[in-house]
């Protein structure tokens, strides 16, 4: 366990905490090879290139250098988001042993590919077609992985703890604040960095205002990875059905992932009534280099 209860009650109160030193430096490293592998020849040369961009084509290029699990790359990277200590936090602040990751992608900002700067807002708007439920079981974690250092320089997610951002705007929780009435400038006058060192992992929910910042560090980048968790049976929260991308390298998963992990993608757990001679053959032959010898051992030592 690397959350502490102290952490997970501050994420419930707050709904965002900055869990420092998270992952260790050894588990990094593959990471950040694999994602200077993926993103590294797309640093920008021109670094005072995005001054000249069009406001619509600024904010798409903020978002270009992102790509959803799995990734072309090591198991490292496309394992680090299913994490067991990760695993293990997401069911603490949701409440619940069954949870899954519905979100998980990679991304990449370096300084000069375009002004990063966001307004306010909350992630609801692209998680569920309504908006947060009130109970514990109905909310989402969403760990955004610093694997590199990440200051105010390095672009460092600003937010606004609920505490905060509640006496601002009471029960009208839009998706982005409101600039007319004076909203998004009382939010910002209000809000916390969650710059911190590598390693270390921001969790928030879909119910807090944050808002991305721009890179200003000369030659900088910032490497991340988002994981979002819900609790297993919440349908009005989705992101990417898994198999859709089934051309993508799955095998990085399949082949790596251990039952508990898969379990967070979907996948039966051992002993699980989906599991026959049958399933287990043709998955077989599916992922053939896949380990399905704990679903084997759970189905033979059941009753026949
Ligand atoms: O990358 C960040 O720091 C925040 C980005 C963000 O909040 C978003 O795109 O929804
Ligand atoms: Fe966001």
């Known amino acids: ?58 904010r798409a ?106 006496p601002i705007v009471g029960h009208d929780r839009m998706s982005f604040a409101n600039t007319a009435d004076g909203t998004l400038q009382r939010l910002i006058e209000v809000e916390h960095s969650g710059a911190a060192p590598a390693g270390s992992v921001f969790a928030y929910g879909i119910d807090v205002y944050h808002r991305g910042t721009n890179l200003t560090a000369p030659g900088a980048h910032r490497f991340t990875i988002t994981a979002s968790y819900k609790a297993a049976g919440n349908d009005q929260i989705g992101w990417s059905a898994w198999p859709r991308w089934f051309r993508e390298p799955w095998e990085q998963v399949m082949n790596h992932a251990t039952p508990e992990q898969l379990t967070c993608l979907g996948v039966p757990a051992p002993g699980d009534p989906f599991w026959t001679e049958l399933t287990l053959h043709r998955t077989s032959a599916r992922w053939p280099e896949m380990d399905l010898t704990p679903y084997r051992l759970a189905l033979r030592a059941k009753p026949a």
């Open 1 to 58: 366990m690397r959350n502490h209860d102290h952490q997970i009650d501050h994420w419930r109160r707050e709904g965002a905490v900055v869990l420092r030193d998270f992952f260790t430096p050894d588990e990094l490293a593959p990471v950040v090879d694999d994602m200077e592998a993926m993103y590294g020849h797309l640093r920008p040369t021109d670094a005072g290139g995005h001054t000249e961009l069009e406001p619509a084509l600024a």
């Open 61 to 166: 290029k903020q978002f270009e250098h992102i790509h959803d699990m799995p990734f072309p790359a090591s198991p490292a990277v496309n394992l680090l988001g299913l994490h067991p200590a990760l695993i293990a936090t997401a069911r603490a602040a949701l409440g619940t042993d069954d949870v899954r990751l519905y979100q998980n992608h990679t991304w990449a900002k370096f300084t000069g590919q375009t002004d990063f700067d966001q307004p306010h807002h909350c992630d609801f708007k692209n998680h569920t077609l309504t908006v947060p439920g009130e109970r514990a079981v109905e909310r989402t974690i969403n760990f955004m992985i610093y694997l590199t250092d990440v200051t105010d320089a390095h672009g460092a997610i600003h937010y606004v703890p609920l505490s905060a951002s509640d």
